[in-house]
C-alpha cells in the first residue's frame, strides 16, 4: 500500500515527464467530458449514451480512489466541495435509473479545471500565454462553467416538460438570451417553477454574468506586489506604481 501510495503521489503531484503528462490528461478528459455531456443530450436515453457513461464512471471512480489513497486526510478530501463534486458524478453515470434526472450535476466536476492548484502552477511554466493572460483566461472559463451549469440546469428540468426544450441548443439558447436581457421570448419556461428559474437566471445575469463578461475583456493587468504600498495589479507596460509612484521593476519577456 505505501509503494502505491507512492508512486500515486508521484503520478498525481510529481514534476516528472509521466506525470506532466497525465495531469494534461485529465485536464483534456475534464474538457471532453463537458463536451460528451452536450453531445448526449441530442441521444438522450439511447443504449449507447448509457454504455459510456458506465466507462467514464469507471475511469473517475479510479481517479478518485487514487486522489482518496494519496490524501492525507481522506475524509477531508472525500467531503470535499470536489470529492462531494466526484460523488454526484460517479452516482450520474454509473446509475442512470437513480440519478438521470440529476445527470446535469456532471458539470461540477469541472470544478476541478479551477481547483487543481498543482496543474495551474504547471501551465505557468509550460505556456507564456497563459501567465500573461491568467486573469483572463480564469475569467473566460468562469463564464463558460457558469453558462454551462445554468444551460444543464434548464435542461434537465424543462426537456422532459417543455416541448420548446428538446436539447442543449435550445437550452443554450433560451439562457444565453436570458442572461443578456436580449428576451426573443420565442422559447420560455412555462409554469410556477419555469417562471421562477426564468427570474433567477435574470438576477444573476445582471450581476454575475455582467462582471465576467467585464473582466473578460478588461485591458489585462501583471500580478507584480508594490514593494511600498502593496498594490498587486498594474498595467502590462507599468513603470511606476499607481498609488505611490514608486519606480517597479516588473519582470517580462519583452511581449507587451
Given at each position: 500500500?505505501?509503494?502505491?501510495?507512492?508512486?500515486?503521489?508521484?503520478?498525481?503531484?510529481?514534476?516528472?515527464?509521466?506525470?506532466?503528462?497525465?495531469?494534461?490528461?485529465?485536464?483534456?478528459?475534464?474538457?471532453?467530458?463537458?463536451?460528451?455531456?452536450?453531445?448526449?443530450?441530442?441521444?438522450?436515453?439511447?443504449?449507447?449514451?448509457?454504455?459510456?457513461?458506465?466507462?467514464?464512471?469507471i475511469v473517475i471512480v479510479f481517479d478518485f480512489a487514487a486522489r482518496l489513497i494519496i490524501a492525507e486526510r481522506p475524509w477531508r478530501t472525500l467531503f470535499s466541495v470536489v470529492g462531494i463534486a466526484d460523488l454526484v458524478v460517479i452516482a450520474s453515470l454509473l446509475?442512470?435509473?437513480?440519478?438521470?434526472?440529476?445527470?446535469?450535476?456532471?458539470?461540477?466536476?469541472?470544478?476541478?479545471?479551477?481547483?487543481?492548484?498543482?496543474?495551474?502552477?504547471?501551465?505557468?511554466?509550460?505556456?507564456?500565454?497563459?501567465?500573461?493572460?491568467?486573469?483572463?483566461?480564469?475569467?473566460?472559463?468562469?463564464?463558460?462553467?457558469?453558462?454551462?451549469?445554468?444551460?444543464?440546469?434548464?435542461?434537465?428540468?424543462?426537456?422532459?416538460?417543455?416541448?420548446?426544450?428538446?436539447?442543449?441548443?435550445?437550452?443554450?439558447?433560451?439562457?444565453?438570451?436570458?442572461?443578456?436581457?436580449?428576451?426573443?421570448?420565442?422559447?420560455?419556461?412555462?409554469?410556477?417553477?419555469?417562471?421562477?428559474?426564468?427570474?433567477?437566471?435574470?438576477?444573476?445575469?445582471?450581476?454575475?454574468?455582467?462582471?465576467?463578461?467585464?473582466?473578460?475583456?478588461?485591458?489585462?493587468?501583471?500580478?507584480?506586489?508594490?514593494?511600498?504600498?502593496?498594490?498587486?495589479?498594474?498595467?502590462?507596460?507599468?513603470?511606476?506604481?499607481?498609488?505611490?509612484?514608486?519606480?517597479?521593476?516588473?519582470?517580462?519577456?519583452?511581449?507587451?
Amino acid at each position: 500500500m505505501t509503494t502505491l501510495r507512492s508512486w500515486l503521489t508521484a503520478l498525481y503531484q510529481g514534476d516528472t515527464a509521466l506525470a506532466r503528462s497525465y495531469n494534461y490528461f485529465l485536464l483534456i478528459f475534464d474538457i471532453a467530458m463537458v463536451i460528451y455531456v452536450i453531445a448526449s443530450s441530442f441521444f438522450y436515453g439511447a443504449l449507447a449514451v448509457e454504455i459510456i457513461d458506465a466507462l467514464l464512471g469507471i475511469v473517475i471512480v479510479f481517479d478518485f480512489a487514487a486522489r482518496l489513497i494519496i490524501a492525507e486526510r481522506p475524509w477531508r478530501t472525500l467531503f470535499s466541495v470536489v470529492g462531494i463534486a466526484d460523488l454526484v458524478v460517479i452516482a450520474s453515470l454509473l446509475a442512470p435509473i437513480a440519478g438521470e434526472g440529476f445527470a446535469f450535476l456532471r458539470v461540477v466536476r469541472t470544478l476541478r479545471l479551477l481547483r487543481s492548484y498543482h496543474l495551474l502552477k504547471q501551465l505557468r511554466g509550460d505556456f507564456a500565454y497563459f501567465r500573461r493572460n491568467e486573469a483572463t483566461l480564469f475569467a473566460a472559463v468562469n463564464l463558460a462553467i457558469f453558462i454551462f451549469v445554468t444551460t444543464a440546469l434548464v435542461f434537465e428540468t424543462q426537456h422532459a416538460t417543455n416541448p420548446q426544450i428538446q436539447n442543449y441548443a435550445d437550452a443554450l439558447y433560451f439562457t444565453v438570451t436570458t442572461l443578456t436581457t436580449t428576451g426573443f421570448g420565442d422559447i420560455t419556461l412555462p409554469g410556477p417553477t419555469g417562471r421562477l428559474l426564468s427570474v433567477a437566471i435574470m438576477i444573476v445575469g445582471v450581476s454575475l454574468f455582467v462582471r465576467l463578461i467585464q473582466v473578460l475583456f478588461r485591458p489585462p493587468k501583471v500580478t507584480f506586489p508594490c514593494p511600498d504600498c502593496g498594490l498587486t495589479l498594474h498595467d502590462l507596460d507599468a513603470v511606476h506604481c499607481k498609488h505611490c509612484g514608486r519606480v517597479l521593476k516588473i519582470p517580462n519577456e519583452g511581449v507587451v
